[in-house]
């Protein structure tokens, strides 16, 4: 199930980031510092009740401006986001400046969108300036909350509210062994032409156009008797219709897409290789714990000799190291070259998925490991492994019992993850391993 999201608009300097920070720094349900990861920090999960949504800040999007009479184009970009992304929007406001033309412009946009709107009067620091959020009224969303992000004043109480607008938990309408796949990847890189391509017909609109295809669109498929949802993720909007850097935004729609999947595959265009747009989706992908597949789509367009694959191969390998578990398919969607195989692999990294090891089998591999390379001591202080036990799948996530946590170095943890992958493979997913120390402490 997709989370939630939730969105904070507003005009500059009214402290929407500073209240971004203050909820997910306080309320944190993130994944560590992965090394070799690169995370985009407009986004980051949070959990509140627990209910666990995403906040998107759009302060931290870099826009094209332009001067204008009428409400620059960047708010009117960030606030035309958050009406047709989140599910619930945060309108941030100055409490110390009071109403600004550009609140009311804002507030025009939200308040037509039909989508729920709180409103949150920042830099409310004391008791003394509560008198200041009445006036915050006359911009018709209903009522005011003051909070002061800067203080953390009042938040638990805005959250309170963000969390009665999120929609219902459900449980999934798929079958268990349907496995969900999100076709990710920059506009224009083919994503809509594979799906027609494995589907064998038109059921997506194709065009050139970067940026056409508006809403993912999920597409239920069978092959050898697996059963598929295949959701294709698009970019924002046509070019044509606002004058931004476009691809930037598409990761909205494909955080969204990521929730819901159980495996991603990532498009990548031949003639462009890795970009950075790329890097920030499928990390994103990696920290949720998803099987991923590459797909090297156009492969066609490129002059090859006997070498071009391996070449192409460890291009992306060293571009993004984190995903060198990922399986890589260089294929054509006009072509339909190696098209077919798209099932197969996304069906292998699902069973890597769920692959299950006995503890005794872990014990041996830890045994072996430890006598071929020792836990290395810190500070004169001897780290200890004392067994460890797989606890779940999907991602698979392994619990190494240890004296303590914070003397095993996360090198030493990563040859454990390779010793593990070199045994028993565990293609195209992500392996996770949590130390849990005689006290019961957790690391991840």
């Not at 037509?112 to 709180?118: E, Q, Y």
């Amino acid at each position: 199930m997709s989370k939630p999201l939730v969105a904070v608009v507003g005009r500059p300097n009214v402290g929407k980031s500073t209240l971004f920070n203050a909820i997910v720094n306080k309320r944190i349900s993130i994944v560590e510092d992965i090394p070799g990861v690169t995370r985009d920090r407009i986004y980051f999960d949070a959990e509140w009740l627990q209910r666990e949504f995403t906040m998107i800040d759009t302060g931290g999007i870099e826009f094209v401006t332009a001067e204008s009479h009428e409400i620059p184009k960047m708010m009117r970009f960030q606030a035309q986001l958050a009406i047709e992304e989140a599910d619930v929007i945060l309108f941030v406001v100055d409490g110390k400046q009071g109403i600004t033309i550009a609140d009311e412009e804002v507030a025009n946009l939200l308040r037509a969108s039909g989508k729920p709107v709180i409103l949150v009067v920042n830099k409310i620091d004391s008791i003394n300036q509560e008198a200041n959020i009445y006036e915050f009224y006359n911009l018709g969303i209903g009522d005011p909350i003051g909070v002061s992000a800067k203080n953390l004043m009042n938040l638990g109480d805005l959250l309170d509210d963000v969390v009665k607008h999120f929609p219902p938990q459900s449980a999934s309408e798929e079958d268990e062994d349907t496995i969900h796949v999100a076709l990710i990847g920059r506009p224009n890189v083919g994503k809509s032409s594979l799906t027609n391509a494995l589907l064998g017909q038109e059921r997506v609109i194709v065009s050139d156009v970067a940026g056409t295809t508006r809403d993912s669109i999920d597409t239920h498929w069978s092959h050898d008797g697996q059963d598929f949802v295949l959701i294709d993720t698009a970019g924002m909007r046509r070019k044509s219709r606002i004058d931004v850097p476009v691809e930037r935004y598409s990761i909205v729609r494909s955080l969204r897409a990521i929730d819901r999947s159980d495996i991603v595959v990532l498009v990548l265009d031949a003639t462009d290789g890795v970009t950075e747009q790329d890097k920030k989706i499928v990390g994103y992908a990696h920290e949720s714990g998803k099987g991923l597949v590459i797909v090297v789509n156009k492969w066609d367009l490129i002059e090859k000799d006997d070498k071009t694959t391996l070449r192409f191969t460890e291009d992306i390998y060293d571009e993004m190291a984190f995903l060198r578990y990922a399986p890589i398919l260089f294929a054509s969607a006009l072509t339909k070259q190696r098209v077919h195989r798209l099932a197969e692999l996304i069906k292998y990294v699902s069973e890597q998925q769920h692959m299950r090891i006995s503890t005794s089998v872990l014990n041996q591999l830890l045994s072996d490991a430890q006598t071929v390379n020792p836990v290395p001591s810190r500070g004169g202080r001897i780290p200890k492994i004392y067994y460890m036990t797989q606890a779940s799948v999907k991602p698979p996530t392994f619990i190494l019992f240890v004296n303590e946590p914070e003397l095993i170095h996360f090198s030493y943890v990563r040859f454990l993850e390779n010793r593990l992958r070199e045994s028993f493979g565990f293609e195209g997913t992500p392996i996770r391993l949590v130390l849990r120390g005689k006290k019961g402490t957790d690391e991840e």
